[in-house]
């Protein structure tokens, strides 16, 4: 019996190791390629040309969370341990497919009329709004099937399958925009056309690899949908706001700023890439892992995690203090006047991907709280609204101090709700009553 129960530890730990080697070899072949792509772009085009990029692409990245609202999120805990269940697993995706495709139709024209006013006062020219248009309207379009067409392949550990077509795509991606720059064809309306290409391959790609792993039903399951809509909606509100996380400032400058901070504020966005081989992990690995773990290991598996992306991101901020020009390096000679800002860059980095970190740890428990999501929208309509009327946020320092002070609104809002968590399961042990998430 020892026996069987150390062998079947050994089997476990081997697969544990082998789907976080296929993890960090396909995110890291990845997102490896789209660091090169980002930091290409930020030295091929001019500072005009990336402040249209960076701003397409600022816009596109904010509405895509606004259009999903957390759809395709809800697929993995939804179907929880039935993801050997095709006929399951396909009710979901095309619930969670039928919403983002209702929630397109009805927020494009309003997205087209807002990014059109954002981009005339920039005063470009019309064709080059209308053809950046166009390309952030296709890649919100494609972006849906590339995020609950993942769910499936995620469910089964199909990492391979996940990772390959996009690293291929990204790869092709790359070769394009090198030869368009010798060529010099490469401009904002090329780069931006290009990654909505992208994004539409990579979603029919793993809509064909997923399909091994569901059957699709004929007809939408109105059940589906509603129980899919009572996950989303205490979160809604928080997603809403969390959508625009990282793009206000950028939103602001082009409101408030010129051409040049535009530039500014997207590069050293792009500092930012550092950490979401990090984040796909935790979305991959650490939410399954979270949410299969006992009640009795599970505070202590938050804290060594934690623990664990403290340590690392200290290193990190240390590093970008005393070396920014290792950081400045990676965005080029155009934005080398940036140096005094790359330590707060880092360390608003640093405190967003512990806030996202026990985000979703909270949420791979259902920890999903009306009071948390109401903290969090008024920890950051106060903190952003103040620093708006007090500083204004008119060049690219202020966008950075403005980025930084909302750090802190979702570290102390996510924090909130995993203590509240723990102290509900607490309660919900010691009285043997039945436990709800949606509270």
């Not at 397109?104 to 006062?121: G, S």
């Not at 005393?322 to 155009?334: E, I, K, N, T, Y």
Request: with cysteine; net charge positive; proline share 4%.
């Amino acid at each position: 019996m020892k026996e069987h129960t150390e062998s079947q530890n050994k089997s476990r730990g081997r697969r544990i190791l082998g789907l976080i080697f296929s993890f960090f070899l396909g995110q890291g072949a990845l997102q490896g390629i789209n660091i090169v792509i980002g930091l290409f772009l930020i030295r091929a085009l001019s500072v005009s040309d990336y402040a249209k990029y960076g701003l397409a692409s600022g816009f596109q990245a904010t509405t895509s969370v606004l259009m999903d609202l957390g759809c395709a999120g809800t697929i993995i805990p939804l179907v929880g341990r039935r993801s050997l269940d095709p006929a399951v697993v396909g009710r979901y995706v095309r619930g969670a497919k039928s919403l983002r495709d209702s929630a397109f139709w009805i927020l494009c024209p309003l997205a087209a009329i807002v990014f059109l006013i954002m981009t005339h006062r920039q005063h470009w020219p019309w064709s080059v709004q209308a053809i950046l248009l166009v390309s952030v309207l296709i890649a919100l379009y494609s972006s849906g099937p590339l995020s609950y067409y993942s769910a499936p392949l995620f469910l089964h550990r199909q990492l391979h399958e996940y990772y390959f077509p996009q690293t291929i795509s990204a790869a092709g991606r790359l070769v394009v925009y090198v030869v368009l720059a010798f060529l010099g064809g490469l401009n904002a309306w090329t780069a931006a056309g290009l990654s909505a290409l992208n994004i539409t391959a990579n979603g029919h790609f793993l809509g064909k690899k997923s399909r091994q792993y569901l059957a699709w039903p004929e007809n939408d399951d109105p059940f589906i949908r509603r129980e899919i809509r009572h996950y989303m909606l205490p979160a809604s509100p928080a997603i809403i706001l969390g959508a625009f996380h990282g793009q206000v400032s950028l939103f602001l400058i082009s409101i408030f700023g010129n051409t040049v901070s535009i530039a500014e504020v997207a590069a050293l966005a792009r500092l930012g890439l550092i950490f979401n081989l990090l984040m796909t992990f935790n979305i991959v690995l650490v939410e399954p892992f979270v949410a299969r773990l006992p009640s009795n290991k599970l505070l202590i598996t938050y804290f060594k995690l934690t623990a664990l992306a403290i340590v690392g991101c200290v290193a990190l901020v240390l590093l970008a203090l005393v070396a920014p020009s290792a950081f400045l390096w990676l965005l080029g000679p155009r934005y080398s006047t940036l140096s005094g800002l790359i330590g707060w860059v880092v360390l608003t980095a640093c405190i967003n991907y512990i806030a996202g970190l026990i985000w979703i740890m909270n949420r791979s428990r259902k920890w999903v709280f009306w009071r948390g999501t109401i903290a969090e929208i008024a920890l950051l309509l106060v903190v952003q609204i103040g620093f708006t009327v007090i500083f204004g946020v008119r060049d690219t320092r202020s966008a950075v101090m403005f980025n930084f002070a909302s750090s802190f609104c979702y570290l102390a809002s996510h924090s909130y709700v995993a203590i509240y968590g723990f102290l509900r399961a607490q309660r919900n042990k010691a009285s043997d009553g039945p436990s709800t998430a949606l509270v």
